[in-house]
């Protein structure tokens, strides 16, 4: 079930819009109430929040026989004395105590992180889903889950074990998918200027570009490639003395790759080949044996067997090409605009205890570092999922 596994939910990726702006609730002072890990404008996580996902996100790290206890700070001593009874690899020295504990900690640094991000970002969509009025009802919430369920568990004994062995509820589970599902509708709002393109758009994009849409002409090929001239004169003598190409590849030829083929080199467009070949085929003329041309790869005598002339796409025959690229192109632009605003405001608006900073936090530690998404990857103003170890489960559609 894609809304189980361990990576983001939904895309933020697509909430961009043109005039479009994060509309974060203004906060009553930057103070983190002492029962609080964090605050978002006038929400709260409360510890008991971070506790509850903490316990899930170490209970899902702990799946596996053998696997190791999850960390347990702040002594961490189930967790070093599971690790102390793993086998260590022949030739390796067995680490310390220490040496565990720091791996413990490090562990337990990485789940926190992780979970302080996914309730921080969480916060952030359905602020965001308020601000722009987007409901998604409990019936809507229920449905996708119901699909999901029935596509990731063949039946209702395998779904009661995940929860069992992942240290979700099925409530935790319908978050989740209401995050997802508020995530969709957000997308939707937001990119519907963006996939909006007029015929004029789409011609002007046709006549500026329409060397994009033109086909070279191309010719097909039938070649024999020898280490001496030599040998390709011979070669070029069996086939005016009537021998098949695809006998005196097989005797003379070199290259392998069109070997294979019976000497067919298809649908070559000038330029593509070594300048000295290319400038032979295309001044030959169809149905003529060629060569020997010296190459830097050897010597080859060839055949024009077919010649495709160039063509130019016609405006209509490009037409719906051009109207999704320039929507995609759009939705692009509309994406990159409103990720810059959204994530810059409510990181503002977002203070976090001490021993609870990371990257989304206006009070961040001074060596975190916020590296900008690729194109196709989420976004760090998305709810990640804090790690866990479950089983595969299809994506959503």
Not at 282 to 290: D, G, V
Request: aromatic share 6%; charged share 30%.
């Amino acid at each position: 079930m894609a809304l189980m596994r361990h990576v983001p939910i939904g895309t933020l990726l697509a909430l961009a819009a043109t005039g479009l702006g994060a509309a974060v609730v203004a906060g009553c002072g930057n103070d983190v109430p002492p029962n609080a890990v964090a605050k978002v404008g006038d929400s709260v996580i409360t510890q008991d929040e971070f506790d509850k996902w903490l316990k899930t996100a170490s209970a899902g790290q702990a799946q596996g026989v053998g696997a190791p206890a999850p960390p347990d700070p702040p002594d961490f001593d189930r967790c070093v004395a599971s690790r102390k009874e793993q086998p260590v690899p022949k030739g390796q020295e067995r680490p310390t105590d220490a040496q565990l504990k720091k791996q413990c900690k490090q562990e337990y640094d990485q789940l926190k992180t992780e979970v302080m991000q996914f309730l921080i970002q969480s916060e952030w969509v359905q602020q965001e889903a308020e601000s722009q009025g987007v409901v998604v009802t409990d019936k809507q919430v229920k449905r996708s889950f119901e699909q999901q369920k029935k596509g990731a568990f063949p039946n209702d004994k395998a779904y009661q074990e995940f929860l069992k062995t992942s240290g979700m509820t099925e409530e935790d589970i319908l978050f989740r998918v209401k995050l997802d599902q508020l995530q969709q509708k957000l997308t939707k709002k937001v990119t519907e200027d963006a996939q909006k393109v007029t015929n004029a758009d789409v011609e002007e994009y046709y006549n500026k570009n329409k060397q994009r849409f033109a086909q070279p002409e191309r010719r097909d090929l039938r070649v024999v490639l020898t280490k001496t001239e030599a040998r390709a004169r011979q070669a070029k003598q069996a086939l005016e003395d009537g021998d098949s190409w695809k006998s005196v590849v097989k005797q003379y030829s070199i290259d392998e790759a069109s070997k294979a083929q019976g000497g067919k080199l298809p649908a070559v467009s000038e330029g593509q080949q070594e300048k000295a070949l290319d400038e032979a085929v295309f001044a030959a003329r169809k149905a003529q044996i060629e060569g020997p041309v010296k190459t830097q790869f050897g010597w080859y005598v060839f055949e024009v067997e077919k010649i495709t002339p160039a063509s130019q796409q016609t405006l209509e025959e490009s037409r719906e090409t051009i109207r999704n690229l320039l929507r995609s192109q759009g939705q692009q632009k509309a994406l990159d605009d409103f990720i810059k605003d959204f994530r810059e405001n409510y990181k503002e608006e977002t203070h976090c205890a001490d021993d609870y900073r990371v990257a989304e936090c206006e009070n961040a530690p001074k060596e975190s570092t916020e590296t900008a998404p690729q194109q196709g990857q989420p976004p760090s103003g998305q709810p990640q999922q804090p790690q866990q170890s479950q089983p595969q489960q299809p994506q959503q559609p």
